[in-house]
């Protein structure tokens, strides 16, 4: 089992749909927990991270964690065509001398048509 | 000028061909990575470097080999490329936190 899992999709939503990505990782050691977007032939951007469980809001967008699922999502109310991308979940956890190692998911594709 | 700078942004090389990727970057973070991405396999780290005399392998190394100029640059080298590593390659900073990686906008790389 790999220790990210995020379903690739493709995802296809109209405009203003209410959309809902989601990854399920098995390393109890994640603590932190991002999510990135990356449009075509540009390079992954944090768009939000959280370290506890529970929710987070920034405007359209709202992270969500339940650790003891070991499961997060992002939510995007009232999807925009300019919400089309690609998004990654990422965790981090404690790799020595008080760094810390990313592991992606492998990504989502979202197209939100107008 | 972006954070994040890799050069050349697209490269068509031919197979036993030895190729470069330069990035550089102006955040003043210790710690670059180069990461390559394929449609389905996601985004997997080759080497990564904590500071000008560290360097550390990730886990596809093998094929590349990278080389740490100074604080701002990391260099991604294909001493003999093949077919199957063509795929976007990127760079990435970070300070060493717990998230927050800047990417750069990525090398698009075709070995015929």
């Known amino acids: 089992q790999k220790e990210v899992e995020q379903d690739p999709g493709p995802l296809s939503v109209p405009e203003g749909a209410i959309v809902s990505l989601n990854c399920t990782y098995s390393n109890s050691a994640f603590q932190y927990f991002m999510w990135y977007r990356q449009y075509s032939r540009k390079g992954p951007e944090l768009l939000m991270y959280t370290y506890s469980s529970g929710n987070k809001e920034d405007g359209r967008f709202t992270a969500q964690v339940d650790k003891s699922s070991k499961y997060i999502s992002l939510f995007i109310r009232d999807s925009q065509p300019s919400d089309s991308a690609t998004y990654l979940c990422?965790?981090?956890?404690?790799?020595?001398?008080?760094?810390?190692?990313?592991?992606f998911g492998k990504g989502t594709k979202l197209s939100v048509i107008p | 000028d972006a954070d994040v700078t890799q050069t050349p942004r697209n490269r068509i090389t031919k197979t036993g061909k030895r190729i470069m990727l330069e990035c550089s970057q102006t955040k003043g973070h210790d710690r670059m990575y180069w990461y390559r991405q394929d449609p389905g396999l996601g985004l997997r780290l080759i080497y990564y470097?904590?500071?000008?005399?560290?360097?550390n392998k990730g886990e596809i190394s093998d094929g590349y080999s990278v080389s740490r100029q100074a604080q701002a640059k990391f260099s991604l080298s294909l001493e003999s490329a093949i077919p199957n590593q063509t795929a976007l390659y990127f760079c990435?900073?970070?300070?060493?936190?717990?998230?927050?990686?800047?990417f750069g906008s990525g090398t698009r790389l075709t070995v015929v």
């Open positions: 470097s904590f500071d000008v005399k560290d360097i």
């Open positions: 990422a965790m981090s956890a404690p790799s020595g001398a008080g760094s810390y190692q990313l592991t």
């Open positions: 990435a900073t970070s300070t060493g936190s717990n998230y927050g990686y800047t």
